[in-house]
């Protein structure tokens, strides 16, 4: 049975887009990539036999015959593209597109810059005369496009229920997922199996894990500490239940709380979010050290010694509290707005009160997004590094661990892989509870009939709990921030306090020269690339990630648990590692990256995926499948029914994922401090640099001015997203009554 995807008049039309495309990057575009050159820049040596020459040019006047393994594949799949939609054109798909993409894979990886890749093919084949290089812009458009007939291959066969566009995105989210997630993260792990001496051994992995230093419980019968792996769980544990807590009653706040609270709330609860994370852990120092305001308080109030009991457990907790609530916030906030009233006006009609309504209907149906926001703050804890690091003190976790044996004075791969390695499986334990817990149970609440019902005020006794947890939170953060940005306007923090903008000055001064404006500051060059990195990788994250939450919720296929998984895994991953693990992976051919502005963007985009996986997954549960259903049987397809009818009824999933995407790539630190080059350093980059160099007054000014451009960037978006209309009314709308025939 056709989709209405392939029932149109021209059923084949896709097939011959794609081999158009791949004809494109084999005689169009410069195949390899070209060392400081951009693409278009080697246009003009396509046709030539320079390094900037087409693929057909490398394989004909070049000797790298390979190359011709993808245009087989092309011809095999235009014969396909000569028959009728059925079985045969599925095989020839099949086989042309498996061949030319599985050939040019190889090649890739066999053959490097030195020749062959693996010295044991010089012993039998010989060494090879001509080597190649990092694969370019034609060499990865021709890939894609084989990539693509395979997919419509398998659905010619009866796969995918034989829907070409869900085919496709199954695939090629799969193959993006295996290149930028699984394989470089596998590189990267695989070296905990290995001794000293690079011999495989498992005994080396086990001796790395088992020591008293990961496991050990001496806390417990007292001793000083436990082992780092307990300290992440408990840790991990603790901050998931906080964030969930605290940003599904800042989520009820804002929805049902009164129109009062939903501006300061939204602009409040997004702040932790838009800043980077070393400067809440800088404000509660300066809060709560041992010669912070509340300390000093303390002494001179009741001679109480100045301690430092905040360095630990409790800062650690506070700093991943304050960071990682607004995540759970805007998951809640779209779970919260799905909830349809109508269900709440049935049970009160039953003669239930409200505070029963509230607990027996409302609560259970925030099951999904409780899950989801559960699960994303327990995966943000395990990886986080910078806030241990910050107000950690002799407090160790799993990802401390692992940066110290990256960057400290012994260098240890094999350590942090196998570190990696405790981290991953505490993220799949919680993943596989988190489907247990969700199961088959059926959460929708937005279908295709109106719903013209009043959301249900929150029952007052629940509604004064919210304002005495969520309204201190959110005093406690205005106020760590106003110390914590203090310190950019004023001379010298702890010696002068005169007030002063020299450092905003002498970071984003402007000039006015001989031919023009002149960008003086010497903070201009990181805030512009950062921006620009930022913005590109923030609609490619949402987007991608919100396509894997439809694929998982509307769509069944084999393999989806790894699928779902495999988008989870890269906030599994600590940051550092995920950063190494790029060096490793995209060094050399065939994907030669490492300096360059693109290795940055993917790095954001699968570094901050899952949280539009999470967010869109929780969305999706709310809508009803008649939805989808009626766009099909109005013949629509399924691209249109994904863009014109699912998508407008997810912009709070939308919201939730540019935001973060944004915000994350504005103020990530971990992920990419082994990425950035001189010609691409970011804001967070810079401002270490400047901490480490003492100048904390320029530090906290570009910290201020990164804070007043994202909150104009959240704004932006929800501006321009905008909310949803799920056609309810709102409380005080007129009602309309109609007379009786």
Same mark, same amino acid.
């Given at each position: 049975?056709?989709s209405?995807?392939?029932?149109?008049?021209?059923?084949?039309? /896709?097939?011959w887009a794609?081999?158009?495309? !791949?004809?494109?990057?084999?005689?169009?575009?410069?195949?390899?990539?070209?060392? &400081?050159?951009?693409?278009?820049?080697?246009?003009?040596?396509?046709?030539?036999?320079?390094?900037?020459?087409?693929?057909?040019?490398?394989?004909?006047?070049?000797?790298?015959?390979?190359?011709l393994v993808?245009?087989?594949?092309?011809?095999?799949?235009?014969?396909?593209?000569?028959?009728?939609?059925?079985?045969?054109q599925?095989?020839?798909?099949?086989?042309?597109?498996?061949?030319?993409?599985?050939?040019?894979?190889?090649?890739?990886?066999?053959?490097?810059?030195?020749?062959?890749?693996?010295a044991?093919?010089?012993?039998?084949?010989?060494e090879?005369?001509?080597?190649?290089?990092?694969?370019?812009?034609?060499?990865?458009?021709?890939?894609?496009?084989?990539?693509?007939?395979?997919?419509?291959?398998?659905?010619?066969?009866?796969?995918?229920?034989? &829907?070409?566009?869900?085919?496709?995105?199954?695939?090629?989210?799969?193959?993006? $997922?295996?290149?930028?997630?699984?394989?470089?993260?596998?590189?990267?792990?695989?070296?905990?199996?290995?001794?000293?001496?690079?011999?495989?051994?498992?005994?080396?992995?086990?001796a790395?894990?088992?020591?008293?230093?990961?496991?050990?419980?001496?806390?417990?019968?007292?001793?000083?500490?436990?082992?780092?792996?307990?300290n992440?769980?408990?840790?991990?544990?603790?901050?998931?239940? !906080?964030?969930?807590?605290?940003g599904?009653?800042?989520?009820?706040m804002?929805?049902?709380? @009164?129109?009062?609270?939903?501006?300061?709330?939204?602009?409040?609860?997004?702040?932790?979010?838009?800043?980077?994370?070393?400067?809440?852990?800088?404000?509660?120092?300066?809060?709560?050290?041992?010669?912070?305001?509340?300390?000093?308080?303390?002494?001179?109030?009741?001679?109480?010694?100045?301690?430092?009991?905040?360095?630990?457990?409790?800062?650690?907790l506070?700093?991943?509290?304050?960071?990682?609530t607004?995540?759970?916030?805007?998951?809640?906030?779209?779970?919260?707005q799905?909830?349809?009233?109508?269900?709440?006006?049935?049970?009160? $009609?039953?003669?239930a009160?409200?505070?029963?309504?509230?607990?027996?209907?409302?609560? /259970?149906?925030?099951?999904?997004?409780?899950?989801?926001?559960?699960?994303?703050?327990?995966?943000?804890?395990?990886?986080?590094? @910078?806030?241990?690091?910050?107000? !950690?003190?002799?407090?160790?976790?799993?990802? =401390?661990?692992?940066?110290?044996?990256?960057v400290?004075?012994?260098?240890?791969?094999?350590?942090?892989?196998?570190?990696?390695?405790?981290?991953?499986?505490?993220?799949? @334990?919680?993943f596989?509870?988190?489907?247990?817990?969700?199961?088959?149970?059926?959460?929708?609440?937005?279908?295709?009939?109106?719903?013209?019902?009043?959301?249900?005020?929150?029952?007052?006794?629940?509604r004064?709990?919210?304002?005495c947890?969520?309204? /201190?939170?959110?005093?406690? =953060?205005?106020?760590?921030?106003?110390?914590?940005?203090?310190?950019?306007?004023v001379?010298?923090?702890?010696?002068?306090?005169?007030?002063?903008?020299v450092?905003?000055?002498?970071?984003?001064?402007?000039?006015?020269?001989?031919?023009?404006?002149?960008?003086?500051?010497?903070a201009?060059?990181?805030?512009?690339?950062?921006?620009?990195?930022?913005?590109?990788?923030?609609?490619?994250?949402?987007?991608?990630?919100?396509?894997?939450?439809?694929?998982?919720?509307?769509?069944?296929?084999?393999?989806?648990?790894?699928?779902?998984?495999?988008?989870l895994?890269?906030?599994?991953?600590?940051?550092?590692?995920?950063?190494?693990?790029?060096i490793?992976?995209?060094?050399?051919?065939?994907?030669?990256?490492?300096?360059?502005?693109?290795?940055?963007?993917l790095?954001?985009?699968?570094?901050?995926?899952?949280?539009?996986?999470?967010?869109?997954?929780?969305?999706?549960?709310?809508? &009803?499948?008649?939805?989808?259903?009626?766009?099909?049987?109005?013949?629509?397809?399924?691209?249109?029914?994904?863009?014109?009818?699912?998508?407008?009824?997810?912009? /709070?999933?939308?919201?939730?994922?540019?935001?973060?995407?944004?915000?994350?790539?504005?103020?990530?630190?971990?992920?990419?401090?082994?990425l950035?080059?001189?010609?691409?350093?970011?804001a967070?980059?810079?401002?270490?640099?400047?901490?480490?160099?003492?100048?904390?007054?320029?530090?906290?000014?570009?910290?201020?001015?990164?804070?007043?451009?994202?909150?104009?960037?959240?704004?932006?978006?929800?501006?321009?997203?905008?909310?949803?209309k799920?056609?309810?009314?709102?409380?005080?709308?007129?009602?309309?009554?109609?007379a009786a025939?």
């Open positions: 049975m056709q209405a995807s392939t029932a149109g008049r021209r059923p084949n039309e /896709p097939i794609c081999i158009a495309v !791949g004809l494109v990057g084999y005689l169009a575009l410069p195949w390899y990539a070209i060392q &400081d050159t951009a693409w278009y820049e080697a246009l003009g040596q396509i046709f030539g036999q320079a390094e900037g020459a087409n693929g057909v040019m490398h394989a004909w006047l070049q000797g790298r015959s390979w190359l993808g245009l087989f594949g092309l011809g095999v799949c235009v014969l396909g593209g000569l028959l009728r939609p059925g079985r045969a599925g095989r020839l798909l099949i086989v042309g597109g498996f061949a030319g993409a599985v050939g040019l894979v190889a090649s890739g990886f066999l053959i490097g810059a030195r020749g062959w890749s693996f044991a093919l010089n012993t039998y084949l010989g090879l005369p001509i080597n190649q290089f990092g694969i370019g812009a034609g060499g990865f458009i021709a890939l894609a496009a084989l990539v693509m007939l395979f997919a419509f291959g398998l659905a010619r066969l009866g796969f995918f229920k034989g &829907d070409l566009f869900v085919s496709a995105s199954v695939i090629g989210c799969g193959v993006l $997922m295996a290149l930028f997630i699984a394989y470089p993260v596998s590189k990267a792990l695989a070296g905990a199996f290995f001794d000293e001496d690079g011999r495989w051994s498992l005994a080396a992995f086990g790395r894990i088992g020591t008293e230093r990961v496991w050990g419980l001496n806390c417990l019968s007292g001793g000083v500490r436990c082992g780092v792996a307990w992440t769980l408990v840790l991990a544990l603790l901050t998931a239940a !906080g964030t969930t807590l605290l599904t009653l800042m989520a009820l804002a929805e049902r709380g @009164g129109k009062r609270w939903q501006g300061p709330l939204r602009v409040l609860a997004l702040l932790p979010i838009i800043t980077p994370p070393f400067v809440v852990g800088l404000g509660l120092i300066l809060l709560f050290g041992r010669a912070g305001v509340v300390n000093q308080v303390l002494e001179s109030s009741f001679g109480i010694e100045p301690t430092r009991w905040f360095y630990g457990m409790p800062g650690v506070v700093a991943q509290l304050f960071a990682f607004p995540i759970a916030f805007m998951i809640m906030r779209g779970v919260v799905g909830v349809a009233p109508s269900l709440e006006e049935a049970a009160q $009609m039953l003669r009160n409200r505070r029963r309504t509230f607990f027996t209907v409302t609560l /259970p149906l925030l099951k999904p997004g409780l899950a989801n926001a559960f699960l994303v703050g327990f995966i943000e804890s395990i990886a986080d590094f @910078g806030n241990p690091v910050v107000v !950690g003190g002799q407090f160790s976790v799993l990802s =401390t661990d692992i940066f110290f044996a990256i400290g004075a012994q260098y240890d791969q094999g350590r942090a892989a196998s570190l990696a390695w405790v981290l991953t499986i505490f993220a799949l @334990g919680v596989a509870i988190q489907r247990g817990v969700l199961g088959k149970q059926n959460y929708t609440t937005v279908s295709g009939k109106g719903d013209a019902g009043i959301a249900m005020a929150l029952p007052d006794g629940v004064r709990t919210i304002y947890i969520a309204l /201190p939170w959110i005093a406690f =953060t205005v106020v760590v921030y106003l110390f914590a940005f203090a310190g950019g306007f001379q010298t923090w702890g010696r002068d306090y005169t007030l002063t903008l450092h905003f000055k002498t970071a984003f001064a402007l000039e006015w020269g001989q031919f023009g404006l002149v960008w003086a500051g010497t201009w060059n990181s805030l512009l690339t950062t921006l620009k990195l930022a913005g590109i990788s923030a609609p490619l994250t949402a987007g991608l990630g919100l396509l894997i939450a439809w694929l998982l919720a509307r769509n069944e296929f084999r393999g989806q648990g790894a699928f779902e998984f495999a988008a895994l890269a906030f599994a991953i600590p940051g550092t590692v995920l950063g190494v693990s790029y490793l992976a995209f060094n050399v051919p065939p994907l030669e990256l490492t300096g360059t502005g693109l290795i940055i963007v790095c954001f985009m699968f570094r901050n995926l899952p949280v539009g996986v999470r967010a869109g997954t929780a969305a999706f549960k709310q809508l &009803d499948r008649s939805l989808d259903e009626a766009s099909l049987m109005l013949r629509a397809s399924t691209s249109q029914t994904l863009f014109k009818v699912v998508l407008p009824l997810l912009k /709070p999933a939308l919201v939730a994922a540019l935001i973060y995407s944004f915000v994350r790539a504005m103020t990530t630190v971990s992920a990419v401090i082994f950035v080059t001189a010609e691409n350093e970011l967070t980059t810079y401002i270490i640099g400047r901490v480490g160099n003492g100048d904390y007054g320029i530090a906290l000014a570009y910290c201020t001015v990164l804070m007043i451009l994202m909150s104009l960037a959240i704004a932006l978006v929800q501006f321009v997203v905008g909310e949803r799920l056609g309810r009314r709102k409380a005080g709308a007129p009602t309309i009554a109609v025939p």
